[in-house]
Each structure stands twice: as C-alpha cells, then as structure tokens.
C-alpha cells in the first residue's frame, strides 16, 4: 500500500493553469500506474487521466485532452496534472489514485489520495 496526498488546487479565472501534484509515501518501490480523477458536487467520479509507472502509457479523458498533461517523477515518488486553459467545468475536487496498471475505471484503483479543490470561474 503507498500514502497518497495531493496538493496545488485553489481558486483561478476561467483560462489559467494550475499544477496538481501528488506526493507518495510507503511503498513506493512498487511500480504503481497512477491516476487523476476528479468529482464535482453532486456528480460521479470522473476519469481524468492515467499513467504508466514508466510513462510509456498515457491515456486522457476526451474531456481534457489537449489541455491537461499527466507526468510523473519516480525519484521523487510524484505524479503531476498539468491544467491548461481550465474552464468552469472543471471544477471539482481532483484525487490521485495508484493502481497495478494503467486502467480508466475507479474500482481497478487500489489507493487513493484525501483530494485537492480546484475551482474555475467565469
């Protein structure tokens, strides 16, 4: 199992950028794929994006391609969400998630981070 903690959200206008960063701690020797999901009030969990733990595989949400970039560091056991040109509907409380391979679907994610707020206004 590995601790998961994001930070970065907050408060921006409609066409900012913000950078999510999730922190892991434990056992970070595995090779976890990680993931970003996120969820807005009164709304199911969203997939966001997906990484490999080599970065080789890289799969995004048609919601946010082109927009939002997902990386990550294993030297520093950190997955980062690039946000660009945010919008309102991206509003909602973003959560990092590590799985044993890359997957789209909440329920093949193992642990999960508390989550991090990001809201977009108009």
């Known amino acids: 199992q590995v601790q998961l903690v994001e930070s970065g959200g907050g408060l921006v206008q409609a066409g900012d950028s913000l950078r999510l960063s999730c922190a892991a701690s434990g056992r970070t020797f595995r090779r976890y794929a990680m993931g970003w999901f996120r969820q807005a009030p009164g709304k199911e969990r969203e997939f966001v994006a997906t990484i490999s733990w080599s970065g080789g595989r890289i799969y995004g949400a048609d919601s946010v391609k082109g927009r939002f970039t997902i990386s990550r560091d294993n030297a520093k056991n950190t997955v980062y969400l690039q946000m660009d040109s945010l919008k309102p509907e991206d509003t909602a409380v973003y959560y990092c998630?590590?799985?044993?391979?890359?997957?789209?679907?909440?329920?093949?994610?193992?642990?999960w981070g508390q989550g991090t707020q990001v809201t977009v206004s108009s």
């Open positions: 998630a590590a799985s044993e391979r890359v997957g789209i679907r909440a329920i093949e994610y193992d642990d």
